[in-house]
């Protein structure tokens, strides 16, 4: 009889599998380390994925349900643009920051996401110029100072790209001091008090 694949170890598996790659790169994870850390037995990490490939696929496709799941929470909040805008910046960082470690391990699984899922840094780089013209849109209709979100959040992203890097390139102030968050947080300030409406 074949059992049917459990929701809570699939998530298992995916959770175990990213902090496995991140940890100690694609190379060295095994389907045994993957068993041992998701606290399942070898078999079952068969029944959910046929490879390595399959895994790093569904890495990058969890990845991106998590951003999809934040952007419509953050679009359907009753929060204020402002606050929408800064709540999604810096949650999508916080969730960004272990991909973006210049390490081994993390270039190992950049590239492996752009050979096997190579789809996914593109679905994530509409999903966010999509939710930043969503949020300016909002800002606009309530009086903040933005004539075209679409052409604004293409360029909002831009500014924002340094706190988003790839696995592997520098994430540096121009002086040579990494970024921080404090930085960024700093930086949507900034972006606020610029489209903010007069008071």
């Not at 809570?8 to 902090?19: F, H």
């Not at 991106?64 to 606050?83: E, M, N, Q, W, Y």
């Not at 994430?171 to 606020?192: C, F, I, Q, Y």
Request: hydrophobic share 40%; net charge positive; aromatic share 8%.
């Amino acid at each position: 009889m074949v059992r049917p694949r459990s929701e809570k170890k699939d998530q298992a598996l995916v959770e175990a599998a990213t902090r496995l790659f991140l940890r100690d790169g694609i190379k060295a994870t095994t389907v045994q380390s993957l068993a041992r850390e998701a606290g399942v037995g070898t078999g079952t990490v068969y029944t959910y994925f046929k490879d390595k490939k399959d895994i790093v696929r569904t890495v990058a496709y969890e990845f991106a349900a998590v951003h999809d799941r934040l952007a419509r929470k953050t679009i359907t909040s009753r929060k204020s643009p402002g606050s929408k805008l800064t709540d999604y910046i810096l949650e999508l960082y916080d969730i960004w920051r272990p991909f973006g470690q210049n390490s081994k391990a993390a270039r190992e699984l950049a590239e492996a996401v752009f050979a096997w899922a190579p789809e996914t840094p593109d679905m994530a780089e509409q999903k966010t110029l999509d939710t930043l013209e969503a949020i300016l849109s909002e800002a606009k209709q309530k009086g903040f100072k933005v004539d075209s979100p679409q052409q604004e959040a293409r360029l909002m992203a831009i500014c924002l790209t340094p706190f988003f890097p790839l696995a592997g390139t520098p994430n540096e102030r121009p002086w040579g001091k990494p970024l921080t968050r404090k930085d960024l947080e700093s930086l949507l300030a900034w972006m606020l008090g610029k489209i903010s409406p007069p008071r």
